[in-house]
């Protein structure tokens, strides 16, 4: 205990971009770790019982949080609310289980950082956040940057590029359920509730295509809700220790993990276009969460965390 106190303690003491990019590495290697096993069991085990033990295996590892203090994080007012949100989590992992299944973990990775764009766009349209003239140019970069990803017209549109976008923007639509749910809601609410509902949802439509597992990829599947879990855990550290325009900026750092991954396990490597895309949104996001925080600046909230 006193080893882990001491190198806790030291951890601590060091500079806020060397901690948020230790974190950052760890949810980018965790999330493609996840990303890698679902590929690898899906010739043999369909993604939507993968998605169901996803859900179900990260329901478990929260239990102990959920079942705390007598169950105080389960009391909440917004029931309807996480019953939507679990609908657009459960679509959204789904969707990037397929996509690893058609594309390269890299490409994936790249698009995933079109995130922020995209949260911009919903933010303006759904929340009617104000629209200054430096965001639209950050979503013009940004979207040019995810162009030159795709390069529709100069290679076939595959299906995996379509489940891609489509979880990224799914994703967003749980952020943007989140910041709401914030307002009132414990952090760790929110994450009990999305696995309660979602592992039900994935189960009924797993029930349609089901197989059971064999002993060797219960392990598999066991292990894929400890990467999720830890994805989310470190990625919350990651924006604990800097500001969200250093994590943003930092989260360049999942494609070559993802690259590197794919080029060991799949003998796959992203061609150029993909990494010359990765570095024009990387930079769209970092201008969008720059001025996000310039914006909190001026209006300075009171953000705290409710109990």
């Known amino acids: 205990m006193n080893f882990f106190q001491t190198f806790n303690n030291r951890f601590n003491t060091l500079p806020s971009v060397i901690r948020a990019g230790f974190w950052i590495t760890c949810a980018g290697t965790c999330f493609t770790g996840m990303m890698t096993v679902a590929r690898t069991l899906s010739p043999d085990l369909s993604i939507l019982v993968v998605v169901f ?14 079942l705390s203090n007598n169950g105080a994080r389960l009391k909440t007012k917004k029931i309807p609310l996480f019953a939507v949100r679990g609908i657009s989590a459960y679509l959204s992992v789904t969707f990037f289980f397929l996509a690893a ?23 303006i349209l759904i929340l009617e956040e104000l629209a200054r003239t430096r965001r639209w140019v950050a979503i013009g970069i940004g979207i040019f940057g995810a162009l030159i990803v795709v390069r529709p017209g100069f290679q076939e549109i595959n299906p995996g590029i379509i489940y891609a976008f489509a979880a990224v923007m799914l994703s967003v639509c749980n952020s943007i359920m989140i910041k709401y749910l914030s307002r009132t809601e414990h952090p760790d609410t929110i994450a009990i509730y999305q696995a309660v509902f979602v592992a039900p ?18 392990a598999w599947l066991i292990l894929i809700g400890a990467f999720g879990a830890l994805t989310q855990r470190a990625l919350a550290r990651s924006f ?53 925080a310039q914006d909190k600046d001026v209006n300075k909230p009171g953000g705290k965390i409710p109990t």
């Open 101 to 123: 299944t058609f594309i390269p973990l890299g490409d994936i990775a790249a698009i995933g950082f079109t995130r922020p764009v995209f949260a911009c766009i919903a933010a």
């Open 240 to 292: 604990h220790a800097a500001d969200a325009t250093v994590v943003i900026t930092l989260d360049f750092l999942r494609l070559p993990i993802a690259a590197l991954i794919g080029l060991i396990i799949f003998n796959e490597w992203p061609i150029i276009w993909v990494w010359i895309g990765s570095v024009i949104i990387i930079a769209s996001s970092f201008l969008l969460t720059k001025q996000e």
């Open 201 to 218: 949802y994935a189960l009924i439509v797993a029930l349609f295509v089901w197989k059971t597992p064999s002993l060797e990829q219960f």
């Open 53 to 66: 033990f996803r859900a179900a295996f990260g329901l478990m590892f929260l239990l102990p949080t959920a």
